[in-house]
């Protein structure tokens, strides 16, 4: 008879707990951390004033040291003045050439520097055609000759910083795809022949302490 009831108790608590558990949950429970499950959700450019009027500092800024996907650890050395344009010549690309990927510069290439520069680096792009486009000036052709012997750390200058009526990519370009599209154009242009001061030129600093992206 014992035996009997504690199965009839057993069975009802049984149910008891399938019915209490079976509805829609109101209550989610106690976080131990909410600040960290439950992050303040605020759409891209949205104003910050509310954050501000809380207390709460918010700069949209990534903390500093931190590093963007895509990047490495590199510093360039040169500001962007004469003196930085004329010391360029001396960084060689950091990157192993083994491992540069060129199928992928070579898609970076046309979305970005093909419209101007031409898919042949003839300087001949669709903002140019024969003169036909609506850009007023040729764009520079990367098989002229003064275009071979420029070295890889000027380019990488000029696309950091832009050049005459070309603009700064470094917004578009990650430090990586920088130097993989430089060296997807030194290898068009011959490979290697264009490090004229290659004999002068240093490997640019590696710091694995900070880095200063896009740059």
């Known amino acids: 008879?014992?035996?009997?009831?504690?199965?009839?108790?057993?069975?009802?608590?049984?149910?008891?707990?399938?019915?209490?558990?079976?509805?829609p949950r109101r209550n989610p429970g106690r976080a131990y951390m909410p600040d960290m499950a439950y992050s303040r959700a605020y759409e891209t450019y949205a104003s910050t004033e509310n954050l501000k009027a809380k207390g709460i500092n918010y700069t949209a800024m990534p903390v500093s040291g931190t590093m963007a996907r895509g990047e490495m650890l590199f510093t360039y050395p040169y500001a962007n003045d004469s003196a930085g344009y004329a010391n360029s010549s001396n960084v060689k690309n950091p990157l192993n050439p083994d491992s540069i990927d060129m199928v992928e510069a070579e898609r970076k290439y046309l979305i970005y520097c093909g419209v101007c520069h031409g898919a042949k680096l003839d300087g001949n792009g669709p903002l140019w055609k024969d003169g036909a486009g609506p850009f007023p000036a040729a764009p520079k052709?990367?098989?002229a000759d003064d275009m071979k012997k420029m070295t890889e750390g000027t380019m990488y200058h000029s696309v950091t910083y832009g050049k005459n009526t070309m603009g700064s990519y470094a917004s578009q370009l990650n430090v990586h795809d920088r130097?993989?599209?430089i060296a997807y154009i030194k290898k068009k242009q011959g490979g290697g022949a264009a490090t004229?001061?290659?004999?002068?030129?240093?490997?640019?600093?590696?710091d694995t302490a900070a880095v200063k992206t896009g740059k």
């Open 1 to 23: 008879m014992m035996k009997k009831l504690w199965s009839i108790a057993g069975l009802a608590a049984l149910v008891l707990l399938v019915v209490s558990c079976g509805g």
């Open 179 to 181: 130097w993989g599209v």
């Open 196 to 206: 004229a001061d290659s004999a002068k030129a240093t490997a640019p600093k590696m």
């Open 141 to 143: 052709s990367f098989m």
